[in-house]
């Protein structure tokens, strides 16, 4: 059971960064290189409590499809997301945000179980753990590039 914990540090305040965490079009944006997109449930705007979404995308070589349900969200501080169906036994993905001199500080906490038994633990090992880590850490890079800039206005005044 791989848990992935990562930590960004945004100079933007902490109402913009929590939004733009929850943007449907920001997340298909920052995972364009798997050219993800939002295909049933809330596929344009802020996601919300109870609200689900389902993603399709393409990784390694296989398109799939994963849906997850928002399960927490308390804004600006917390929300979470929990698979509902996909590739995955399990996953729960909470970030959480805090205000510190001026800047966002934005935890993930990404706790999984891969499917296959033994062979998804192997998996994990070689390759799926530090995959997944990437996915991460890229789309944490993407939310703090547009919090910093004026692009932020692109994705929150739509919604």
Known sequence: ???????????????RVF???RSI????????????????????GLISLGETVT???THFGIKQRLTSKITICERPTKFGDTMVSGAFARFDHEHFFEEIDGKTVMRDAFDYDSPLGFLGKMADFLFLENYMKNLLIARNETIKRVAESDEW???????
Do not use: Y
Not at 1 to 15: Q, S
Not at 28 to 41: I, Q, R
Not at 153 to 159: D, H, P, T, Y
């Open 1 to 15: 059971m791989p848990r992935i914990e990562l930590e960004t540090i945004i100079n933007a305040p902490i109402e």
């Open 19 to 21: 939004d733009l965490s």
């Open 25 to 44: 079009d920001l997340h298909a944006d920052s995972m364009s290189h798997t050219d993800e997109k939002a295909v049933d449930g809330v596929t344009k």
């Open 55 to 57: 993603w399709e995308a």
């Open 153 to 159: 206005r692109k994705f929150l005044n739509q919604s």
